[in-house]
Each structure stands twice: as structure tokens, then as C-alpha cells.
């Protein structure tokens, strides 16, 4: 079974988005990718309280310092495309009013034919949390929770209704609703985690640190589904975090997909053999405009495909 392939959006400082995000995510469609994929970071904090992904003393990127809204992203990609499915990887739940991020998710399904991805995290940056969070940074799983509960409501039939710990509905008509059924997707770091995905979501979003630790965890959570009863595939998208570099790089300490085009295939090639439905690319960080990140999405899903994903 091929491997469904999909990109990452333009949406860092180097960019300018109103032109790019189009222009990428055209030029990205008619060479074959299937998905678009936007991220979510607010702010850069300064100085940072925390490293990134909250490891001490690891530096956040300079690209950073500016982040198109995910959302804002896709519906300019939305405009520019037809048949690409637009994905969050991820949207950082307790950042956002959960009634209001259900209504805009379905609005873009709606205005997009029904090709919109919703994956959902908790993040880790507590500056984010400060300055934009619904709830404390520890009531996180609480909240991802919620919003998915707003989000099954407010998708679902009228009249809707919901009484949660953030949100209430009295029972209202809420539209538009999404085209067709809109997938949820979540991250699965641990056992409470994998249980909230085999409970709660279509699909798992990782983010890869290598091919053999990724089918580990691949396992574990097909275990868990066993175990709880589900019976409903588990669709699974890779996200996969590039640093590019001209010449293949040959330190010992290479981490995945960091290096040559021929070297993140080789990458897409081992991580494409446990068995995943899609990987997605993300080449926009090191890229410095936009014809060149189209050039190099061009590259890799050329080399990509011949090699067999």
C-alpha cells in the first residue's frame, strides 16, 4: 500500500504568508501531495522560561518569532486548492474557546468540501498558557477533553446542547455544520493518552524520534485498542520535523530527517515500513522563501515516490 504524502504550510517569519500559503499549497497539490498541514505556536517568549518542548536549555528556532494562526493558514490554502485535505499538527487545545474553535473548524469543512483534518494537542509551553489559555497549564487533559465533547455537540445534529466545566449550550441551532464526518486526531505520549485515542479519536498524530521507537509506540497503541474494544481502524499520520542541509550530513549524532533530500527519504522509506496511512513533510524551516520550498517539496516527493512510498 502506497503512503499517502503531505506538507507543510508556509507559515514562519521568512515567509510572506498572503502570497506564499497560496502559492505553496497550489504548486503543492499538482505535484501529487495530498494534505496540507499548518502548526500552532503564539508567542516567543523572551527570554524563555522554558526550552523547547520544554527540555531546559534547548533553544527555541529564530523562525519562531512569527507564526501564522493555523487557521487563518488553511483557508488561504483552502481558497487556492481543491482536493488536498488541510490538517492541524496541531492545534494546542487549551489555547482556544472550545464552542468557538468547533464552529470555525466546521465553517472551514464546510467552505472547503469537507477536507478539513482537526488534530488536537496539549502543548508544553507554559508562556503560551499565560497568556492565552482557557484554564490553568495542569488542567490540560480536562480541557482537551471539553473540546472535544464541544466539538462531537456542535458538529452533530440540532437543536445542540452542552453542559461542561468552560462551556455551556442551551439547546440551539449551531451551523454550518462540517460536509462530511471530521476527524479527530491526537498525540498518544503515555497510557492515559493512548486511552484518550482509542476512546476518543479517528486517528494518532506523532511526531517521529526514529523509525523503530515510532513502531514501539505504534504497538502499544494497537494493544491498547485491543484491549478496550475498539473496532474501528486507527488512522495514523506522521509528522515529520526536517532540518535540510545541500550536503548529506555525516555526523554520528543525525537525528530523523535531518540531513539531504536523499537522506529524509531514506528516512520516509524506514518510517513508511511500519505500516502508517500518511506522512507528512514539514521543509519550511530551513528553506528561504518559497520557490525554494516548492523546488525542495518537489524533490522529495519525486525521490520519495520513486523509492517506493
Known amino acids: 500500500m502506497t503512503t499517502r504524502l503531505g506538507l507543510g ?4 517569519k521568512q515567509y510572506a504568508i498572503g502570497r506564499d500559503i497560496p502559492q505553496v499549497a497550489r504548486a503543492a497539490e499538482e ?15 523572551e ?41 492541524t499538527s496541531v492545534l494546542v487545545a487549551p489555547l482556544h474557546i472550545p464552542f468557538q474553535l ?3 473548524l466546521a465553517s472551514l469543512d464546510a467552505a472547503s468540501g469537507g477536507r478539513v483534518v482537526a488534530g488536537f494537542g496539549t502543548g508544553w509551553s507554559h508562556d503560551e498558557y499565560a497568556a492565552a489559555s482557557v484554564a490553568p497549564f495542569e488542567q490540560r487533559g480536562r480541557v482537551l477533553d471539553e473540546l472535544i465533547d464541544v466539538c462531537r455537540a456542535v458538529w452533530g445534529p440540532d437543536p445542540v446542547s452542552y453542559k461542561g466545566e468552560l462551556t455551556t449550550i442551551a439547546p ?6 462540517p460536509a462530511g464526518p471530521l476527524p479527530i486526531l491526537l498525540a498518544a505520549g503515555g497510557p492515559k493518552a493512548r486511552r484518550r485515542l482509542v476512546d ?18 505504534w504497538a502499544a497503541l494497537r494493544e491498547t485498542a485491543e484491549e478496550r474494544g475498539r473496532t474501528t481502524p486507527i488512522r495514523s499520520v506522521l509528522r515529520a520535523n526536517t532540518e535540510h542541509t545541500r550536503e548529506p550530513y555525516t555526523g554520528e549524532d543525525r537525528r ?22 500518511e506522512i507528512f513533510v514539514d521543509l519550511q524551516g530551513r528553506a528561504a522563501d518559497a520557490a525554494e520550498l516548492t523546488d525542495l517539496a518537489a524533490e522529495v516527493y519525486e525521490k520519495a515516490r520513486a523509492a517506493g512510498v
Do not use: C, N
Open 256 to 277: 530523523p530527517f535531518q540531513g539531504s533530500v536523499d537522506q529524509i527519504v531514506e528516512d520516509l522509506v524506514a518510517h513508511a515500513a511500519i505500516g502508517l496511512d
Open 200 to 217: 476518543r479519536a479517528e486517528g494518532w498524530m506523532p511526531v517521529s524520534a526514529g523509525a523503530e521507537p515510532l513502531a514501539r509506540e
Open 102 to 104: 468547533a464552529r470555525a
Open 47 to 87: 527570554p524563555a522560561t522554558q526550552g523547547l518542548y520544554g527540555v531546559p536549555g534547548l533553544p527555541w528556532p529564530d523562525q519562531y518569532r512569527s507564526v501564522a494562526d493555523p487557521l487563518v493558514s488553511l483557508t488561504l490554502a483552502a481558497g487556492a486548492t481543491s482536493r488536498a485535505r488541510l490538517g
Open 172 to 177: 440551539a441551532e449551531v451551523g454550518p455544520k
Open 31 to 45: 505535484i501529487g501531495y495530498e494534505s496540507l498541514w499548518v502548526f500552532e505556536r503564539v508567542l516567543f517568549p
Open 9 to 12: 504550510l508556509p507559515q514562519m
